[in-house]
Structures are given as C-alpha cells and as structure tokens.
RNA sequence: GCGCUGGUAGCUCAGCUGGAUAGAGUGACUGGCUACGAACCAGUAGGCCGGGGGUUCGAGUCCCUCCCAGCGCACCA
C-alpha cells in the first residue's frame, strides 16, 4: 500500500522542498500500481462497509472472503482509467445479479480523494475514474524524477546475465545477429531500468569443430593462391565466402609462400592464430558501431584449457547421468525429460558443444547470477530442453536459465528471398545492413515485433523507407516538443514547476488526459518489458506516447495561452520529453531535438 | 513420425493473469497549415480472430482435435 496521497504541492514553498517531497511520495515511481492498489482497496473496503450495513449478503464463499478480481486498464477511455470485475466474479457468491452487487459497492466507496467518481456500467463493471489531481501528479512525478522517470525496482537488484549475439567468429555477423543484438540490448537495458544487475555477455564459440573448418577452409584459399584455384580442390562441407579468402589473402602478403611447404596442420594453427583474432576485434567493432557493448567476452576455448570441460562431464558421472556407448561419453538426457541421450565426449576424446555449454552455463551461475538470459535463434530451440536439464542433473536448477528464442528474419530484396546462409556467401552481413540503413532504423525496427514472431526485412523497402519509419514518428514528437520549448523560451517562458502545479483547472482537455495516462503507464511497460523478456513492449509503447502526444499538440497550445494552464502544459510536454528520452535511450536509438 | 514457434483487416502486427461494440500502423479513398514544426492530425472503407468440438455468466485468450507455414530431431555448433 502506498500510503496514500496528499495533494499538497500548492501551499508548498520553494522548489528544492517540493522536489524532496515529491521524491519521497513517488519513492516508487509506477504510480499506476500505486493507484491499482488504491482502486483495489477502495472497492474491497466498500464491498465490506455494503455487507455490514446488510446493503449486501455474506459471501458464500469458502473462506467468508471476497472472490479475486482484476483491477484493470480498460482499453476504451469512457471505461474510466481502471475498470474492476469485482462485482462479476462475486455473483455466485452474492447469489445476486452483477449489475445490484456493483450498485451497492458503489454506494459505499470512498474515493479517497485519489478518485473523482465510480461508475457501474456494463454488464457490472465498476469504473473509476481518477481526480484531475492525480492526473497533476502523475505529471509532477515525471517531471520530477526526469531522467530515472521509468525506472523501478522490481528486478530488487537481482544479479542477471544476458548472454546475445555470440556470432561464430568464423565469419562476419549476418542479419540474425543484427535481430539478436537489438534485442538482447535492449532487454538489458529494460531489466536494468525495472531494477536488475543486468551483466551483458557475448560467448567467443573459439573451439570445436567450426574452427577446425575455418582452420581447414583458411588453409585451402591459401594454398590456392600459392599453387593456382585449379589445382587445389575446395572441401565440399568448407566455409565459401569471401572473407575467408581475404584472410588467406592477407595472410598471403605477409608470408609469401613460406607456409605452402609445411605440415598442413601448422600451417592450419597459423591460420587460425592469425585470422581468429581479427575476426574477433571485427565482431567488436562492427557491434560498437551498432551499440553494443559488453562487459564479458567468453571465451570457449579457456573452458577447454581451464579443465572446467572436463569437470563438468566428470561431476555429471558422479551423478549418475552418463554412461559409455560405442566408446563415447553419453549423458542420460531421457532421464532429465531429454527425447534422447547426447553425446558428451565422442569415442576420439574430444568432448561436443554440448558438455562445453554445460560447464558454461554451469559457470554463469558459479559467478553469482540468480538468473542467465541467453538469446538464440529458434533453431536452437531442441538444445533448451536438454541445456535446462543438464543443469538440473548437475544439482545446479535448471529453471534459472531462460531461453529468449528468437525466429528468423527473412531477408527479402526486390521481393525476391535472399539466402542467409554463410556457405553460400551471399549472405548480408549486419555491416551490409548498416550501410544501407541507419542504425536507429535498424534498432527499432528489430525490436518492434516480439522474437517469437518471424520477419520479413525487405531492404529495398529499408533504404525507402525513412519518412515511413515508426522511429522517425517518435523522434519527431521529441523535436517539436524541444521546437516548443525553444519557442516559448525565446519569449522569456520557462517551467516554474511550484507554479505548474498549482494550475486548478488541468486537465482540461481529453487528449491532456490521454497523454498523461501513456505517461503514467511507462514505469509499467518497462517492468513488463522486463518481466515478460519483450522488449518490442517499448517501441510500441514509444509510437502510442507519440501518437498521444500529436493529438495533444494538435489539439492544445501552450503560446498565448493563460499563463497558469501554460505553465501546466510546459510540465506535460516536459514530462513527455523525459519518456520518449528515456525509452529511446533504452533501444539506444537517437534523441534529436531538431530533424 | 515426434517436438518447438506461429496462423487476428489487402499487407505488417497488438490484444496484459479469460471480460464491456476485436485494436494500431500501412495501403486505398476524403478532408485539415494566415497560430508553438503537415516527418502531423481528423474521417471513410476493410474481420466466420486457420477449421471443428468443449469448459462458463462470458473465449482471439483456457482444453481437445484437425489443417497450414517456418524451424528442429548428428559422436555439427
């Protein structure tokens, strides 16, 4: 319960007081479950008051006790600001119609001063509207808290790790990582915003089978150009794209031939130690240029070396979850809901990917996180089931590992597919992308829709679509609102936030009070972004501020206007500006105050 | 065959733990700048929510079944 709320900012002298104040009552910043929680314990108290007065009868429930009900957001404004179903659920309880029980309870609420009225309607819902006060102070409170507005503490400082992209270091990044970036960035950014110790990570895949074929692939381009294309054969299974012959070729203008007359395999580790490297600080670079930062890179490889490999599949046997077949070490993954047993070291010793993915996450966890979020491709959704039980098998709960699957993105030009595969080497990598379309596009595109959802890019479409893009919509309420501020600053007018507040008559029109609700619904939409791993929550929140905004824009004028709504609508817009920034600066997409 | 995702307006997608006449954007059509930025706003048209059963006061939402699409079922990662 929040306490309650006293609307005492008019008789409050000087800002740095009133600003002390407003923190404190808004210590947790979502004002709407605050007002949830109000709405819930108006109505269940005036439930109780309407069965003391015998208004209604005991309820025939098990426990005496009122049925559960929803306090909710309706989606149509005339449904009042919070719509509850208590009087449908408790019909049966009551053993009286919805519409008689929501009239009793009605009649006894105490609005509480947060309130301007309860209204029955429908079938029996009990609609609350809020006093233009509340809407006030949902102002105040973005106002005020400014660049936090937005954030909460639902995580409660639980340590979290979000592991995204890892793209195979073989190769450039292609356009399912560009989706895997923008959407695992951002869900770190929400989870930090509701409250998270949010640790991003990239996992360095540096072992294993794909290098030995980057080794193998390398060392065929380059004894190509020492010996001519036509004299030596490519491997059918190798990596074909260009930029393995460029490392080749590099590694050509540095060594010359020298390398042509040894052994194949040092002539592979040289490979390797060269390209790997630099196609690694690529990765890097090419993601700083998208925005991405981390404050781990993983490297496999130093499980393989530090033995951590070897002691997970040796902690596994302990348990009693492997077994050996065909002189291969195989973990009993039916016995931990698996459909079949996997291979964890093969009969020549070397162990899969698999174990080495255990003793990685098994290391998450050994590192003090409560939960790891790893954001994959969905075609790596039969290795969650499996990963999840190895973890339980180890004693280690395997429930704390969340799987973010994400489904492709089909790369369309011109209406016709283009393949994404790496062997072709035709595939667009996120460089590609980028040169055609702007990063905040790219960003906000990616985390529109859910990762659940499979997209179409069309990068015809991409490069056309500047003036059409959702994103340029949000900005550009952000720019007329700084046009605004210029403008009115220009005639000596600046927020006096004491005197914003103590306008009398605000709100005054709907679109006022459509907006503020958008802006008292963000501390929400991020907790839910959060919670719910859905990051496309914000941008679609973002548009639905925007739209709010340009109605109101169109709609209410603050130049010329009387100076007290005047002031009141500056701390709107103000408000306004400080969700699209912050929510914005979530996707880390551009701020601009003029475009 | 088994499993994971998804199937909602012409197109791209929302729809929160079941709730009030199913919503946006885009495309089509019609209006609105002598007032803070028209990269904007307002209006019209467009739907057996894949099909069929069931659960209940009430189902796009939950259960069963079928159909369709993408993906997965290696001693690959």
Same mark, same amino acid.
């Given at each position: 319960?929040?306490?309650?709320?006293?609307?005492?900012?008019?008789?409050?002298?000087?800002?740095?007081?009133?600003?002390?104040?407003?923190?404190?009552?808004?210590?947790?910043?979502?004002?709407?479950?605050?007002?949830?929680?109000?709405?819930?314990?108006?109505?269940?108290?005036?439930?109780?008051?309407?069965?003391?007065?015998?208004?209604?009868?005991?309820?025939?429930?098990?426990?005496?006790?009122?049925? @559960?009900?929803?306090?909710?957001?309706?989606?149509? $404004?005339?449904?009042?600001?919070?719509?509850?179903?208590?009087?449908?659920?408790?019909?049966?309880?009551?053993?009286? =119609?919805?519409?008689?029980?929501?009239?009793?309870?009605?009649?006894?609420?105490?609005?509480?001063?947060?309130?301007?009225?309860?209204?029955?309607?429908?079938?029996?819902?009990?609609?609350?509207?809020?006093?233009?006060?509340?809407?006030?102070?949902?102002?105040?409170?973005?106002? *005020?808290?400014?660049?936090?507005?937005?954030?909460?503490?639902?995580?409660?400082?639980?340590?979290?790790?979000?592991?995204? !992209?890892?793209?195979? =270091?073989?190769?450039?990044?292609?356009?399912?990582?560009?989706?895997?970036?923008?959407?695992?960035?951002?869900?770190?950014?929400?989870?930090?915003?509701?409250?998270?110790?949010?640790? #991003?990570?990239? &996992?360095?895949?540096?072992?294993?089978?794909?290098?030995?074929?980057?080794?193998?692939?390398?060392?065929?381009?380059?004894?190509?150009?020492?010996?001519?294309?036509?004299?030596?054969?490519?491997?059918?299974?190798?990596?074909?794209?260009?930029?393995?012959?460029?490392?080749?070729?590099?590694?050509?203008?540095?060594?010359?031939? $020298?390398? $042509?007359?040894?052994?194949?395999?040092?002539?592979?580790?040289?490979?390797?130690? &060269?390209?790997?490297?630099?196609?690694?600080?690529?990765?890097?670079?090419?993601?700083?240029?998208? #925005?991405?930062?981390?404050?781990?890179?993983?490297?496999?490889?130093?499980?393989?070396?530090?033995?951590?490999?070897?002691? *997970?599949?040796?902690?596994?046997?302990?348990?009693?979850?492997?077994?050996?077949?065909?002189?291969?070490?195989?973990?009993?993954?039916?016995?931990?809901?698996?459909?079949?047993? %996997?291979?964890?070291?093969?009969?020549?010793?070397?162990?899969?990917?698999?174990?080495?993915?255990?003793?990685?996450?098994?290391?998450?966890?050994?590192?003090?996180?409560? #939960?790891?979020?790893?954001?994959?491709?969905?075609?790596?959704?039969?290795? *969650?089931?499996?990963?999840?039980? $190895?973890?339980?098998?180890?004693?280690?709960?395997?429930?704390?590992?969340?799987?973010?699957?994400?489904?492709? !993105?089909?790369?369309?030009?011109?209406?016709?597919?283009?393949?994404?595969?790496?062997?072709?080497?035709?595939?667009?990598?996120?460089?590609?992308?980028?040169? %055609?379309?702007?990063? @905040?596009?790219?960003?906000?595109?990616?985390?529109?829709?859910?990762?659940?959802?499979?997209?179409?890019?069309?990068?015809?479409?991409? !490069?056309?679509?500047?003036?059409?893009?959702?994103? &340029?919509?949000?900005?550009?309420?952000?720019?007329?609102?700084?046009?605004?501020? #210029?403008?009115?600053?220009?005639?000596?007018?600046?927020?006096?936030?004491?005197?914003?507040?103590?306008?009398?008559?605000?709100?005054?029109?709907?679109?006022?009070?459509?907006?503020?609700?958008?802006?008292?619904?963000?501390?929400?939409?991020?907790?839910?972004?959060?919670?719910?791993?859905?990051?496309?929550?914000?941008?679609?929140?973002?548009?639905?501020?925007?739209?709010?905004?340009?109605?109101?824009?169109?709609?209410?004028?603050?130049?010329?206007?009387?100076?007290?709504?005047?002031?009141?609508?500056?701390?709107?817009?103000?408000?306004?500006?400080?969700?699209?920034?912050?929510?914005?600066?979530?996707?880390?997409?551009?701020? =601009?105050?003029?475009?």
């Amino acid at each position: 319960m929040s306490g309650g709320f006293t609307f005492v900012f008019k008789g409050e002298k000087g800002e740095k007081k009133l600003m002390e104040k407003m923190r404190k009552t808004y210590d947790r910043m979502d004002m709407l479950e605050n007002a949830r929680d109000e709405a819930r314990a108006c109505l269940q108290q005036a439930a109780e008051r309407a069965i003391k007065k015998a208004e209604l009868p005991k309820p025939n429930t098990e426990d005496g006790k009122l049925p @559960d009900f929803v306090v909710e957001v309706p989606g149509d $404004a005339s449904h009042g600001d919070l719509a509850a179903n208590l009087a449908l659920v408790s019909a049966k309880a009551f053993g009286l =119609p919805p519409r008689k029980i929501a009239e009793a309870i009605a009649a006894q609420a105490d609005t509480r001063g947060m309130f301007k009225k309860v209204e029955v309607a429908g079938p029996g819902f009990l609609n609350l509207f809020y006093d233009d006060a509340f809407f006030g102070s949902i102002v105040i409170c973005a106002c *005020v808290t400014g660049e936090d507005y937005g954030r909460t503490n639902v995580g409660g400082g639980e340590k979290v790790n979000v592991e995204f !992209v890892s793209a195979n =270091p073989t190769g450039p990044m292609h356009l399912g990582n560009a989706r895997g970036g923008a959407l695992g960035d951002c869900l770190a950014e929400a989870l930090a915003w509701a409250g998270y110790d949010v640790s #991003r990570e990239f &996992y360095i895949n540096d072992a294993g089978n794909q290098i030995a074929k980057f080794g193998l692939s390398l060392a065929v381009r380059y004894l190509q150009i020492v010996r001519g294309e036509e004299n030596v054969p490519f491997p059918e299974d190798g990596y074909q794209g260009d930029d393995i012959r460029e490392r080749a070729g590099e590694f050509y203008d540095i060594h010359g031939d $020298a390398f $042509a007359g040894k052994p194949q395999e040092e002539l592979e580790r040289a490979l390797i130690d &060269y390209a790997l490297p630099r196609n690694i600080s690529d990765i890097k670079e090419h993601l700083a240029r998208y #925005r991405i930062g981390y404050d781990v890179w993983f490297s496999e490889s130093a499980l393989h070396q530090s033995g951590a490999v070897d002691a *997970v599949v040796q902690k596994l046997a302990e348990k009693g979850a492997t077994y050996e077949k065909d002189g291969a070490v195989w973990y009993k993954a039916t016995e931990h809901g698996g459909d079949k047993d %996997e291979v964890l070291v093969r009969a020549n010793g070397v162990p899969t990917y698999f174990a080495a993915d255990i003793a990685y996450h098994a290391d998450k966890f050994e590192r003090g996180f409560a #939960r790891a979020i790893d954001v994959w491709g969905a075609d790596h959704h039969g290795h *969650v089931a499996r990963m999840k039980g $190895a973890l339980d098998a180890l004693g280690l709960d395997g429930s704390r590992l969340d799987i973010v699957l994400m489904q492709f !993105v089909r790369l369309v030009r011109d209406g016709e597919p283009v393949r994404m595969s790496k062997r072709t080497g035709k595939a667009i990598t996120l460089t590609d992308l980028l040169e %055609e379309v702007p990063v @905040d596009s790219a960003r906000f595109f990616f985390n529109m829709r859910e990762p659940g959802s499979q997209i179409e890019f069309d990068l015809g479409l991409a !490069v056309a679509e500047d003036s059409d893009n959702p994103v &340029y919509y949000v900005q550009y309420a952000h720019a007329r609102i700084c046009s605004i501020l #210029r403008t009115l600053e220009g005639e000596g007018i600046t927020l006096d936030m004491p005197r914003a507040f103590g306008c009398a008559n605000f709100p005054v029109a709907d679109e006022e009070r459509a907006l503020i609700r958008r802006i008292a619904a963000f501390p929400g939409e991020v907790a839910a972004a959060a919670k719910g791993y859905d990051s496309a929550r914000i941008t679609r929140y973002l548009i639905e501020v925007a739209t709010a905004f340009h109605k109101f824009y169109t709609n209410c004028r603050l130049k010329g206007e009387e100076e007290m709504l005047q002031q009141a609508r500056l701390a709107l817009c103000m408000a306004t500006k400080h969700v699209i920034h912050n929510g914005l600066g979530m996707l880390k997409v551009d701020v =601009p105050e003029r475009m």
